[in-house]
C-alpha cells in the first residue's frame, strides 16, 4: 500500500503519487486501469468528444480523464455507477447510429466499436436503428469511405490538419447531421487528398479502410497466361510478423518470400534494388545540380503521397523534385521494358504485384504515365494488411513456412536499398552513395546517425570536396510543410532534402498492421537497421546486379535510357476540379473565348469585380453577342492574379480598373483577327 | 469633438445634458426591433412631418441651437413592452402611447401642441381591470420593475454618444482610468456579488481576476452577444437600445484585465443591434473615448465587432472564440479555460452583454450598493423575456429574489382570458419548469439550481391549462438537437434518442418502457456532455419528467393527451344525448367517417377520422367531444 502524501489522488480509494502527468487519463492508465476512448491519441491534440474515458471526481461530478489534469487530492472513481451509465449509454447511442454489418465489415475483428462494445457487454441496443444511408465514397484509388460507419471521433480530421498540414477532411452541419466530409461534400479523388491514408490508420472503425484489391490478386495468381511477379518493399518485412503474433521489428522477409512463392507467385523481387537504383539516379542528379550551382533543394521524390502534395501546393515546388521514379515504378519498369524480353515475353503477360507498407502506391501503380501502351509497369498493389489477409484466407501457417530467398537477379540488395524504410534513410543510402562518388574515397563510416529516428526535422551536414553539403529529413507532411515555408522565407538553406509523408516513413505506412503506437513504430525502425547491419553490402553503389543492369540495359546513371526507364515529369494539380460557369454563350461565327478566374487568389483581389465589369464593358462596346464568357477556377497564374484568358492565352493582374483598357488591346483586336 | 481628458468629459457632459433642458417637448419613438417591425420608423416619419407641418420648431437631434426650444423627436432603444408596440414616449411626463401608428400622428401632435391632455385611446388600458394609464412608471408592467440596466433604453437616443455622456456616460471609465488600479477594478468586481448573466451565473469578479493574473502581452475582452434562445431578446434590446454602455463594460474590463482589443460577437440576425454597435464605436473612436490613450491616461482599446452565423453553440464561450477564430463553433473541453488560454491561444476574458452593462454602475455607485438589491447570493437586477399565455409579456428587469408570482401576477398582468397558471419554462432550452408550488419561491441562480431549472438566458414562458408539458419538452428538445454541434457523443446521438421518443410519444406511439430509457438517458446526456448545451439539454426533460411525469406516461401508456393538445391522441366522439342529427358534421367531414340518420345521432368512424376538427366547429349543439 502507498503512503499518501501532499502530492497524492485516490483512484478508486487507492492513493496514487502524481508525477507530472498532464492528464488523468494517462495517470489511471499507469495505475493499471484501461480506460476506453475513441478519439485519445497521444500524437494528436486532445479533443474530447466520445465521453468513453469518463470517471467521477469526488465534489466536481463526471469529467473526460482525458481533458482534465490531475490535482493533488482529488478523489477519482473509474467504475462508478455514473461512469458506467455514462459509458453504456455512449456505447449503445454509438451502436444504434451505427451501420452494424459487422460480420462483412473490412475492420471486422480489427475494430475499436466491436472491441469495446463486447468489452462491455452491450448485448441491447435501447434506441432505433440508423435512419439514413449515406452514399459510399470509393472514389479514390487508397481509400474507401463509408460515413454511415462513422461515429465521428475525429481522429481523422486531427490527422489530417495537424500532423500532415492538408486538412481535407472536416465536419459538417449540425446535430445528428453531421458528417465528415471534404469540403462540399465533394469525393476523396477530388480534393488535394494525397493517399497517404493516415486517416484510416487511426480511423477506429470502417468508415476509412484501405481499399483492398485482394481478390483481383487471386484472379491475377489463377490466371495460366500470367507470369505473377512479386515486389516486396523493405518496411513490409518488419511489420507482416505483427498480424501474426510476432514482435513488432522482427525481420521476417524469408518467411515472406516462402508465403508468397507458397501463394503461388511465380517469382518474388525485392524492391530494395530498386531503391539501389533510385540512388544511382537521384544522387547523380544531386551531384549534377551541385556542380551546376542549381538553386534550391533537391526533394527525393520516391514518396508518392509527398509527390503529390507537392504538385498540389507548389508550382515552383515541382522544378526541385527529383525526376526519379520511385523504386516501385523503377522495378515495374524495368520488369516490364527489359526483364520480360529477356523471358520471351509481352509486357502484358507479366504481372507485378507490389507487396507495399503504403495507401499511395495504389495511387502511384495508377498514374498514366506509369503505363506505357495500355498496360501498366506495376499491375496492382496490396498492402501489408492485404497481404496478411491473402496468407489467413490460405490457410498457411505463417510463423511455420519455411523462409525462402528472393528470386534473381531482382533479389540482391544492399542495406541502403533496405534502410529506405524508414524515415531518413533515403537521404542517408544518398550521403554513402555521393560521398564515394564525389570524393572518389571509401567511406568508412557508413551511418547517418542524426538524419535517424523521429524527431520532425532532422539534418546532416557532410562535406564533399570541401564543399559543406546541408540535407534536411522530414517525415509528417505537416513537418514538410513547416519546412517549405522556412525554405521560401530564406530562414533555412538545404541541398538535399528527403520527404517522407507518414510520420516515421513507410514503417509507419497506412498499409501497414494497425497498431500504431510510438514503441511499434521504434520498433520496426530498430528492425530496419538491424536488416542494415546484417547486409553484406552496405551501399547502393556496390550493388553487383545494379551495376549489371546499367550495363545491359540502362548505359549509366540519367543516360537517355536510364530517363527513358526511370524518370518521370510532373505536373502542377493546383486547379480545382468542377466545371466552368458560363455566363456568355456566343452563336456567333466570329467569337471570342474570354474567361476570369474566380480561384482563391483571384477572388481575394477582386476578380469577381473584374468579371462583373467585363460584363458590363461588353454591353458597353456592343460585343457581347460575340463573347463566350467564362468564370473558371485557377488558370494557375496566381503571383498575378487576376486571371484572364482570351482564346489560349492568359494574361495577369487584370483588375476591374483595367478592364476598359484590355477590351480595346486584347478582346477586340482578337475579334479582329478572327474576322479575317 | 474630442474628449480628452477628464474634465472635459465632465463639462462636456454637462453641456449636453443642459441641451436637454431648453426642450419643451421630447418624443421619443421606440425603435426597437418590436417596434420597428411593427412600424414604428413610419411613426417616426409621420410625426416629424406632422410638427414640421405645423411650423412648430422641431429638430431630428437631440440638442437644439442657442438660444432656441422646441420639439426633439428621436428614436430610441426598446422600452420592453414590445407588444404594446409601436410604443411612443412623452416626455416631460413620461406619458406612453401604446400600438400607435402613423395615422395618429396628428392627434399625438396636436394634444401635445394644443396642451390637451393625452390622447386617451392610444394610452394603457389593463386586460383585466380596464383602468386606463397615462405615465409609463405607473402601469403595472413598469411599476414592478427594477430597470438599472434597462434604464436608458426607450429613454435616449442610442445612436447619439452626446445623450449617453449627458446622463453620465463614461464616467466610470473615467474612474478607474484615474483612481483605480486593475486590481482595484477586478476586487471591486468580485466584492459586488456581479455574477455572470449569461446563464451560467459565475462570479464575474474572479473570471476578471483569473484572467488579469493570466500571464501574457496580448489579452482579449471578449463580448458574448449570441444570444440564441427562442424568445429571449434581452441583450439584443441592450445592445439595441444602450450600446455605449456595453461599450464602457468592456473598455473597464479591458483596463482591469490588461486587454488592449476587445470583440463583440453579436448574432447576424441583429441587424440592427449590429449597425447601432458600429454607430457608438465609431462615435466612441471619433470622441476618443475608444481607441489610443483614452482621456489623456494612456490606456489603449480597441473594440471590433463579429459578427455570428446563427449558431446557438457558438454562445458556448469556447466555441464562440473558435467561431471568432474563423473555424467551425466547435466546444472544446476546459481547462484550459480562456482567463488562460482563450482567443487565439491569449488569455481572453469573456463576458455576456448584460454582465458588461452592469459594470458601469458597479463602478460608479460602489459595489456596496449594487449588493443593496437582489439577494446576497445573487445580487443585482436580472433582464427576462416574459413571454407565453400572460396579459403583459415583453422586456422586463427585476431585482434578483422576486418571487415567481411577482412577474407573472403584477408585472405580467396574469393569465389571458383567465386561464389556470400550469407552469413557468425559464431558461429556454436549457432549463426547466417552475410550477405552482414554486410561486413563492425567491428566484435567483442558485435556487433554481436547486430545482433543476436555471436562469439560463433568461427567457420566461408562461403556460396554461392548455399547454401540453409532453410537446413542449418536444419542442425544446427538437431545438437542442437542430443546435447540437454534434462535436460529442451524448449530445448529438442523445438529444436526436430522447426527441425520437418524444416525438414518438406525442405521436401517439410511445411505448411503456420509454419512460425509463428517457430518464435514464435524459440522465447520462447531463452527466456525459461535453459543454453546457449537452449537459443542460436534458433539463426541460428532467424537469417534465419530475412534474408532469403523469402527463408522459398518459402519453405512452394510456395514449392520451391531457392537455388536448397533440392531435395524434386526439379523439372524436359524438355525445348522442346532444345531437339532434341535424347531419352539418358529416357533410363538413373531408373523409366521409360521419355517418347516420337525420334526426337520429350520427358516429365518427375513428379509423377514418382523420382528427381535423371541422366537425367540432361545424356543430350547432356542441355534441361533438374531444379527447
Do not use: K, L, M, R
Given at each position: 500500500m502507498m503512503t499518501v502524501t501532499a502530492n497524492s489522488v485516490f483512484i478508486d480509494n487507492q492513493p496514487v503519487e502524481l508525477n507530472g502527468e498532464v492528464n488523468l487519463l494517462t495517470l489511471v492508465r499507469k495505475v493499471g486501469v484501461e480506460l476506453p476512448t475513441f478519439c485519445y491519441h497521444s500524437e494528436l491534440s486532445i479533443y474530447g468528444a466520445c465521453r468513453m474515458c469518463v470517471v467521477e471526481i469526488e465534489g466536481r461530478g463526471i469529467v473526460a480523464a482525458c481533458s482534465t489534469p490531475p490535482t493533488p487530492g482529488m478523489r477519482i472513481l473509474t467504475n462508478s455507477p455514473r461512469v458506467q451509465r455514462v459509458r453504456r449509454t455512449v456505447l449503445e447511442l454509438l451502436l444504434a447510429n451505427h451501420e452494424r454489418e459487422c460480420t462483412t465489415c473490412e475492420k471486422n475483428g480489427n475494430c475499436k466499436l466491436q472491441d469495446l462494445a463486447n468489452r462491455f457487454g452491450v448485448r441491447k441496443i435501447r434506441f432505433g436503428e440508423r435512419d439514413m444511408k449515406l452514399p459510399i465514397d470509393d472514389s479514390s484509388a487508397s481509400i474507401v469511405r463509408d460515413p454511415n460507419k462513422c461515429i465521428l471521433c475525429g481522429d481523422c480530421v486531427r490527422m489530417c490538419s495537424e500532423v500532415q498540414g492538408i486538412g481535407i477532411l472536416n465536419f459538417a452541419n449540425r446535430g445528428s447531421k453531421v458528417q465528415v466530409t471534404p469540403a462540399f461534400n465533394k469525393k476523396m479523388a477530388e480534393v488535394e487528398c494525397v493517399n497517404c491514408g493516415q486517416c484510416s490508420a487511426v480511423c477506429p472503425t470502417g468508415a476509412l479502410v484501405v481499399k483492398s484489391q485482394v481478390n483481383q490478386a487471386w484472379k491475377a495468381l489463377a490466371d495460366p497466361s500470367k507470369v505473377v511477379v512479386a515486389q516486396v518493399a523493405p518496411a513490409v518485412r518488419v511489420a507482416l510478423g505483427e498480424e501474426f503474433g510476432m514482435e513488432a521489428g522482427q525481420i521476417v522477409t524469408g518467411k515472406v518470400v516462402g508465403a508468397l512463392k507458397r501463394l503461388g507467385f511465380d517469382k518474388v523481387f525485392d524492391t530494395c534494388i530498386a531503391a539501389d537504383l533510385t540512388i544511382m539516379e537521384e544522387t547523380t542528379e544531386l551531384i549534377e545540380r551541385l556542380e551546376k550551382g542549381i538553386e534550391g533543394p533537391l526533394f527525393t521524390s520516391c514518396c508518392p503521397a509527398w509527390v503529390k502534395y507537392a504538385e498540389h501546393n507548389g508550382s515552383n515546388l515541382l522544378k526541385n523534385l527529383s525526376t526519379c521514379r520511385s523504386p516501385q515504378q523503377m522495378f515495374g519498369s524495368l520488369v516490364k521494358r527489359y526483364w520480360a524480353k529477356e523471358l520471351g515475353k509481352e509486357p502484358k503477360d507479366i504481372y507485378v504485384i507490389s507487396i507495399m507498407p503504403c495507401t499511395a502506391k495504389k495511387f502511384e501503380a495508377a498514374r498514366p504515365e506509369f503505363t506505357v501502351d495500355g498496360v501498366p509497369d506495376v499491375d496492382l498493389v496490396l498492402t501489408t494488411q492485404e497481404l496478411s489477409q491473402m496468407i489467413r484466407e490460405s490457410g498457411l501457417d505463417f510463423a511455420a513456412v519455411d523462409p525462402d530467398s528472393f528470386d534473381m537477379p531482382f533479389g540482391f540488395t544492399t542495406g541502403a536499398g533496405v534502410i529506405f524504410g524508414a524515415s531518413g534513410g533515403v537521404a542517408e543510402a544518398a550521403l554513402r552513395a555521393a560521398y564515394e562518388m564525389v570524393t572518389g574515397e571509401v567511406l568508412e563510416q557508413v551511418n547517418f546517425e542524426s538524419i535517424r529516428g523521429f524527431a520532425g526535422l532532422k539534418e546532416a551536414t557532410v562535406n564533399l570536396n570541401g564543399k559543406e553539403v546541408k540535407v534536411a529529413v522530414v517525415h509528417g507532411l505537416g513537418n514538410a510543410k513547416e519546412l517549405l515555408n522556412k525554405l521560401n522565407s530564406g530562414e533555412a538553406k538545404y541541398d538535399f532534402v528527403e520527404v517522407m509523408a507518414c510520420p516515421g516513413g513507410c514503417i509507419s505506412g497506412a498499409g501497414q498492421p494497425q497498431a500504431v503506437d510510438m514503441n511499434t513504430k521504434k520498433a520496426r525502425a530498430r528492425g530496419i537497421y538491424h536488416a542494415d547491419k546484417l547486409s553484406q553490402l552496405r551501399k547502393s553503389q556496390d550493388n553487383p546486379v545494379v551495376a549489371k543492369f546499367y550495363e545491359k540495359w540502362l548505359q549509366r546513371p540519367n543516360s537517355h535510357e536510364a530517363h527513358e526507364t526511370l524518370h518521370t515529369s510532373y505536373s502542377t494539380r493546383a486547379r480545382i476540379t468542377g466545371e466552368d460557369i458560363e455566363l456568355l454563350n456566343s452563336d456567333r461565327e466570329h467569337k471570342v473565348d474570354l474567361a476570369v478566374c474566380l480561384g482563391t487568389c483571384c477572388y481575394t483581389k477582386g476578380s469577381y469585380d473584374t468579371l462583373q465589369e467585363f460584363i458590363r464593358q461588353a454591353e458597353r462596346n456592343g460585343i457581347k453577342e460575340q463573347l463566350n464568357l467564362h468564370a473558371t477556377f485557377c488558370l494557375e497564374g496566381c503571383e498575378n492574379s487576376p486571371s484572364v484568358r482570351v482564346n489560349d492565352q492568359i494574361y495577369g493582374g487584370i483588375t476591374a480598373e483595367r478592364v476598359g483598357t484590355f477590351i480595346q488591346e486584347k478582346v477586340l483586336p482578337e475579334l479582329e483577327r478572327n474576322k479575317e | 469633438m474630442k474628449i480628452d481628458s477628464r474634465e472635459t468629459l465632465n463639462t462636456m457632459g454637462k453641456t449636453w445634458k443642459e441641451g436637454f433642458a431648453k426642450e419643451t417637448a421630447r418624443i421619443l419613438v421606440c425603435a426597437g426591433t418590436g417596434c420597428v417591425a411593427n412600424g414604428s420608423l413610419q411613426v417616426y416619419e409621420a410625426l416629424k412631418a406632422e410638427v414640421q407641418r405645423r411650423n412648430a420648431y422641431v429638430s431630428v437631434e437631440m440638442l437644439l441651437e442657442e438660444g432656441q426650444s422646441g420639439t426633439t423627436i428621436v428614436k430610441s432603444g426598446c422600452h420592453g413592452f414590445c407588444e404594446m408596440g409601436p410604443l411612443v414616449r412623452l416626455e416631460p411626463g413620461g406619458i406612453l402611447y401604446i400600438k400607435v401608428s402613423k395615422d395618429d400622428a396628428t392627434d399625438i401632435v396636436t394634444a401635445l401642441l394644443e396642451g390637451k391632455g393625452p390622447v386617451e385611446r392610444l394610452l394603457y388600458k389593463h386586460p383585466v381591470t380596464g383602468e386606463i394609464y397615462a405615465e409609463e412608471s405607473n402601469i403595472p408592467f413598469y411599476k414592478h420593475q427594477t430597470r438599472t440596466v434597462l434604464q436608458h433604453c426607450g429613454v435616449i437616443d442610442p445612436e447619439d454618444i452626446r445623450e449617453y455622456i449627458a446622463e453620465g456616460g463614461y464616467q466610470a471609465l473615467a474612474k478607474v482610468l484615474h483612481e483605480m488600479s486593475p486590481a482595484d477594478v477586478c476586487q471591486e468586481v468580485i466584492d459586488s456579488g456581479l455574477r455572470g448573466r449569461g446563464g451560467g451565473g459565475f462570479p464575474t469578479g474572479r473570471k476578471w481576476e483569473a484572467t488579469r493574473i493570466s500571464e501574457g502581452e496580448k489579452k482579449y475582452v471578449v463580448c458574448n452577444g449570441d444570444e440564441g434562445d427562442p424568445g429571449a431578446f434581452m441583450d439584443r434590446s441592450v445592445m439595441e437600445g444602450d450600446p455605449h454602455k456595453v461599450l464602457e463594460g468592456m473598455a473597464i474590463a479591458g483596463y482591469a484585465v490588461g486587454a488592449d482589443e476587445g470583440y463583440i460577437y453579436v448574432r447576424a440576425e441583429y441587424p440592427l443591434a449590429v449597425q447601432r454597435l458600429e454607430t457608438a464605436i465609431k462615435q466612441a473612436l471619433e470622441m476618443g473615448l475608444l481607441g489610443e490613450n483614452i482621456l489623456g491616461t494612456g490606456f489603449n482599446f480597441r473594440i471590433k465587432i463579429k459578427e455570428g452565423a446563427?449558431?446557438?453553440?457558438?454562445?458556448?464561450e469556447t466555441a464562440l472564440l473558435a467561431s471568432i477564430e474563423g473555424e467551425r463553433g466547435m466546444p472544446r473541453p476546459k481547462p484550459p479555460f480562456p482567463a488562460q488560454s482563450g482567443l487565439w491561444g491569449k488569455p481572453t476574458l469573456i463576458n455576456n452583454v448584460e454582465t458588461f452593462a452592469n459594470v458601469p454602475k458597479v463602478i460608479n455607485d460602489g459595489a456596496k450598493v449594487f449588493r443593496k438589491s437582489g439577494t446576497a447570493k445573487s445580487p443585482g437586477t436580472k433582464t427576462f423575456a416574459l413571454t407565453g399565455q400572460v396579459a403583459n409579456t415583453g422586456l422586463i428587469e427585476v431585482p434578483m429574489g422576486i418571487t415567481l408570482r411577482d412577474i407573472v401576477y403584477e408585472i405580467g398582468g396574469g393569465l389571458r382570458n383567465g386561464k389556470r397558471f400550469k407552469a413557468v419554462q425559464i431558461g429556454g432550452p436549457s432549463g426547466g419548469c417552475l410550477t405552482e408550488q414554486h410561486m413563492d419561491m425567491e428566484l435567483d441562480f442558485d435556487s433554481l439550481l436547486s430545482v433543476g431549472a436555471m436562469i439560463g438566458s433568461g427567457g420566461l414562458v408562461v403556460t396554461n391549462e392548455d399547454t401540453c408539458m409532453v410537446e413542449f419538452a418536444r419542442y425544446f428538445m427538437n431545438f437542442t438537437q437542430n443546435e447540437s454541434c454534434g462535436k460529442c457523443v451524448p449530445c448529438r446521438e442523445g438529444t436526436k434518442r430522447m426527441l425520437e421518443m418524444l416525438q414518438r410519444a406525442v405521436d401517439g406511439e410511445g411505448r411503456p418502457e420509454d419512460v425509463e430509457i428517457l430518464e435514464d438517458l435524459a440522465e447520462a446526456v447531463k452527466d456525459g456532455s461535453l459543454c453546457g448545451l449537452g449537459k443542460t439539454a436534458p433539463n426541460p426533460v428532467l424537469s417534465m419528467l419530475k412534474y408532469f411525469k403523469d402527463e408522459y406516461v398518459a402519453h405512452v401508456v394510456d395514449k392520451r393527451c391531457p392537455a388536448g393538445v397533440c392531435k395524434a391522441l386526439l379523439g372524436y366522439s359524438i355525445d348522442p344525448e346532444s345531437c339532434k342529427g341535424c347531419s352539418k358534421c358529416s357533410r363538413v367531414c373531408p373523409v366521409g367517417a360521419i355517418t347516420g340518420e337525420i334526426k337520429k345521432p350520427y358516429r365518427i368512424d375513428s379509423e377514418k377520422c382523420i382528427k381535423c376538427g371541422a366537425c367540432v366547429s361545424s356543430c350547432p349543439f356542441k355534441a361533438i367531444k374531444e379527447g
Open positions: - | 446563427g449558431a446557438f453553440v457558438c454562445g458556448e
